[in-house]
């Protein structure tokens, strides 16, 4: 009996360092994984972002094998927990939430009055169109509507794997159609709309604007803000996929597997379409004069590029695959007369991240065409660097003068 208390805790114990072993273990092979390489800024913050990333994947993966939650929902949660910090009101803005066309939005208005019409701006949040939401931006939309004074609409577009392409982008085109036709009630110049979103935020919008050059009925918008979109989803081995593949907190298997989940609940096709498979050769030929590695300035070859010899496999396009050639899908691959017709963009591209070339690509289809475009580049930024702008003791200084710069051009626009 006297022994059986202290066995008791001696065996919990135990058991207790071995799981936090074994969870040291696993965190210390997926960074061993991983590579962050000279001239990324703060790689010291960047290692801890990545590390609470992995932890809470893995905790994720724990609670779904003991049958308590799904690892989606539990990583939206903690996200969520860790970003938000409840801001509660602002002294400098309305905030309501609301719903347009049934799409939930959260609408940032200044406070003070105004003498004419404001401008305002569409934000679709990042996150893999699976992450991300209305509460986990919350701080980077009050930023730009007091920043620039504008009316901001912040979508709550819905995500996968519960809602796949196309009802992401639906929304975002809903919730917008709807601003456009009702922004003087909030003030707004109806021809003073500008469009914004990063990661797959940039691909919504630049979807959605595509999308509104037919709707000749509504304003066209007053510009599109593109923070290092995806655009494509047929070459995984660009330059900067090549250079960036295991750089956090975006890996190249990784961000094939968002747009994958994207647009298809057969993820089978993963490996084909990293291998460059999914797309038959002729295809690929016909998007070749807007896709290829050659389009991308040598500049930013220098840090190690192999052009990859185009396989054959594919006779035809891998069925899960069909909607990535779709321009709601992939706006990179646009007829001219579309693109055309574009109004002008600000791009935001990292050095460091797998999406770098498709924002270089997207921003050389638009010059050729005529649209004016506005590039900024984060030489020592990492995808997401943006949403760390203001994140505590994990603030990078790049990501503060990237939103500053962003405000900038929407302020001039
Ligand atoms: C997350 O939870 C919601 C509500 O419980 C559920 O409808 C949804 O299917 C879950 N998501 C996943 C990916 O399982
Ligand atoms: C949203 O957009 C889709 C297609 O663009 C349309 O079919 C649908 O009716 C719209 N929904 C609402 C509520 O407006
Ligand atoms: C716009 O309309 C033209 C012709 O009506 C059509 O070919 C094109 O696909 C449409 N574009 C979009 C983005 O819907
Ligand atoms: C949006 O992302 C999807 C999935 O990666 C891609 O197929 C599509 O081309 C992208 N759309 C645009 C407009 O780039
Ligand atoms: C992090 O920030 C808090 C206050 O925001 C401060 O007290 C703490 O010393 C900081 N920690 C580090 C490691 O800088």
Not at 134 to 145: E, F, G, P, Q
Request: aromatic share 10%.
């Amino acid at each position: 009996m006297g022994l059986a208390f202290p066995l008791l805790v001696l065996f919990l114990a135990v058991i207790c360092s071995l799981c936090i072993l074994i969870f040291v273990g696993v965190i210390y092979f997926e960074l061993s994984n991983s590579k962050i390489p000279p001239g990324v800024a703060c790689p010291g913050k960047l290692r801890v972002i990545h590390i609470m990333m992995i932890s809470i994947a893995i905790l994720g993966k724990i609670f779904q094998n003991l049958g308590l939650c799904n690892p989606v929902n539990f990583t939206r949660y903690v996200r969520e927990q860790l970003m938000v910090g409840k801001l509660g009101e602002d002294p400098k803005l309305f905030i309501k939430d609301q719903q347009f066309e049934n799409v939930p939005v959260r609408v940032y208005q200044p406070r003070l009055p105004s003498a004419g019409g404001r401008k305002g701006v569409m934000f679709f949040h990042g996150g893999g169109w699976m992450f991300g939401s209305i509460d986990t931006y919350d701080k980077l939309c009050r930023y730009i509507s007091k920043e620039t004074e504008t009316v901001v609409v912040s979508v709550g577009y819905r995500l996968a794997p519960e809602h796949r392409y196309p009802a992401g982008y639906e929304d975002c085109l809903n919730a917008t159609v709807h601003f456009l036709k009702t922004a003087k009630e909030f003030g707004v110049d109806p021809s003073s709309v500008i469009i914004s979103g990063d990661s797959a935020g940039g691909n919504l919008t630049a979807a959605v604007c595509q999308s509104l050059v037919n709707k000749t009925d509504l304003p066209k918008p007053l510009a599109q803000v593109l923070i290092y979109p995806a655009v494509q989803m047929i070459d995984f081995d660009l330059p900067s996929y090549q250079q960036n593949r295991a750089v956090p907190v975006l890996y190249r298997e990784r961000a094939a597997f968002y747009m994958l989940n994207y647009i298809s609940d057969d993820l089978s096709s993963l490996e084909e379409m990293l291998d460059g498979d999914h797309i038959p050769v002729e295809t690929k030929m016909k998007y070749r004069k807007w896709l290829s590695a050659e389009n991308i300035p040598d500049e930013f070859k220098v840090r190690g590029f192999k052009p990859r010899v185009m396989s054959s496999q594919a006779e035809e396009v891998i069925e899960e695959v069909k909607s990535a050639l779709e321009t709601a899908c992939s706006p990179l691959l646009a007829e001219d007369s579309v693109i055309r017709l574009q109004p002008q963009a600000y791009i935001l591209t990292c050095e460091f991240d797998v999406l770098r070339d498709d924002g270089l690509l997207y921003k050389k289809r638009l010059e050729d065409n005529g649209v004016p475009v506005t590039w900024y580049h984060v030489k020592d930024g990492f995808h997401g660097i943006v949403s760390f702008f203001d994140n505590g003791n994990l603030s990078f200084p790049s990501g503060k003068l990237a939103i500053e710069s962003i405000a900038s051009y929407i302020k001039n626009a």
